[in-house]
């Protein structure tokens, strides 16, 4: 009976079994998570929010503005005398500074247009808030760089022996011992291969020694967060492991040596290592999230709702100085036919007296 492992040809190994012909060549690699970066060009200042975002944030200032004319023009001093090409720029200016949050050169006189300054202020300190630190984060991350760039890094203590992920049984873990913690066992213990690729993604670990070909196969086809760092090193071979003094492994190497003579393997290996699903190292860097209307919806909403506020507010007064002017206006028509009727009392007393 013989077993056909992913096992490196050991010293320690050639103690307890005997192995096969190699079959093909094979190193350590250091596996960790893809580094992030963003590329920046002359208008990234715009990046933070998504482009629905920034056409809704200029129909709210469109709206504002027309508010504001609304609301303003028959009231405010400094409306009043405009023509409507002027007041409408002036309107769009005041809903402007308000939004980005350095305001304008008059105030609201009405109750409407204090109410909507209110929610304009609102709107601007979310946004301006959100936009800043939205901004921040596209600029720190510019150029972010993995933690590990070689096996050299771990070597000089770069990264905590806690963060070092191994797998325990492998020659990954026989060199680590042997030629780098030098007996340390404080590195953090993986169970299986498998393990190597869900602890870096969960965070657990920053990096993690591995096989070079299956490290390479599951990057490039299953784990596309992660990449390979620095150079390989360790250089084994891989080959079968068999019993000690097992008489068919003269057979056996036979029928390898053909097949690797033959093409077949390189094709075998071809078709499984050479395959690239999630694309070159140089995809690597990740794309910006973008701040997207969805997650303001809520802030708009209060904006609409104070705006719905501000314009029942703005008719409500407007109708109740039409209603008290009927009212003035009925008034003074009935004092005016009293007044006529007591002229023409006084006329018709007079009259009776010549009589």
């Known amino acids: 009976m013989f077993a056909c492992r992913d096992l490196a040809i050991t010293s320690s190994r050639t103690l307890r079994v005997d192995f096969s012909t190699a079959i093909y060549a094979n190193s350590l690699r250091l596996v960790v998570r ?15 929010f998504s482009l629905p975002l920034w056409l809704t944030t200029l129909g709210c200032i469109i709206f504002g503005a027309i508010l ?3 609301f303003e023009h028959k009231e405010n001093n400094d409306l009043k005398i405009r023509s409507l090409p002027s007041g409408t720029i002036l309107s769009m200016w005041y809903s402007l500074a308000n939004i980005f949050g350095f305001g304008a050169e008059f105030g609201a006189t009405t109750a409407a247009g204090r109410l909507l300054t209110l929610g304009l202020r609102i709107l601007s300190l979310i946004l301006m808030a959100t936009y800043t630190a939205q901004l921040t984060s596209f600029l720190t991350v510019k150029s972010a760089k993995s933690t590990i760039t070689g096996i050299n890094d771990i070597i000089n203590n770069k990264i905590p022996y806690s963060r070092i992920g191994v797998v325990s049984g492998t020659s990954g ?10 007996g340390r066992t404080d590195y953090y213990h993986l169970p299986t291969t498998q393990d190597i690729f869900t602890k870096l993604l969960d965070n657990t670990i920053d990096v993690a020694v591995a096989s070079g070909a299956s490290a390479v196969y599951a990057i490039d086809n299953i784990y596309c967060k992660l990449t390979l760092a620095g150079d390989p090193f360790y250089a084994t071979s891989i080959a079968i492991d068999l019993p000690k003094l097992w008489p068919y492994k003269q057979a056996l190497n036979v029928e390898l040596l053909t097949i690797k003579e033959s093409g077949l393997l390189e094709g075998i290996m071809g078709k499984y290592f050479n395959t690239l699903t999630c694309g070159s190292s140089s995809d690597a860097a990740t794309g910006s999230s973008s701040m997207t209307v969805e997650s303001l919806a809520g802030l708009f909403l209060t904006f609409a709702c104070i705006c719905v506020l501000a314009i029942l507010l703005h008719f409500w007064f407007r109708a109740k100085i039409h209603v ?9 028509e009935k004092s005016q ?3 006529t009727n007591h002229d023409n009392n006084i006329s018709h007393s007079n009259a009776v007296s010549v009589f």
């Not at 893809?34 to 933070?48: A, H, V």
């Open 68 to 70: 504001t004319w609304m």
């Open 173 to 182: 873990e026989e060199y680590f011992l042997k030629a780098i913690s030098l």
């Open 337 to 339: 036919r009293s007044s």
């Open 324 to 332: 008290f002017k009927i009212i003035r206006r009925r008034k003074q």
């Open 34 to 48: 893809k580094p992030t970066s963003i590329q920046l060009n002359w208008f990234s200042y715009l990046d933070p």
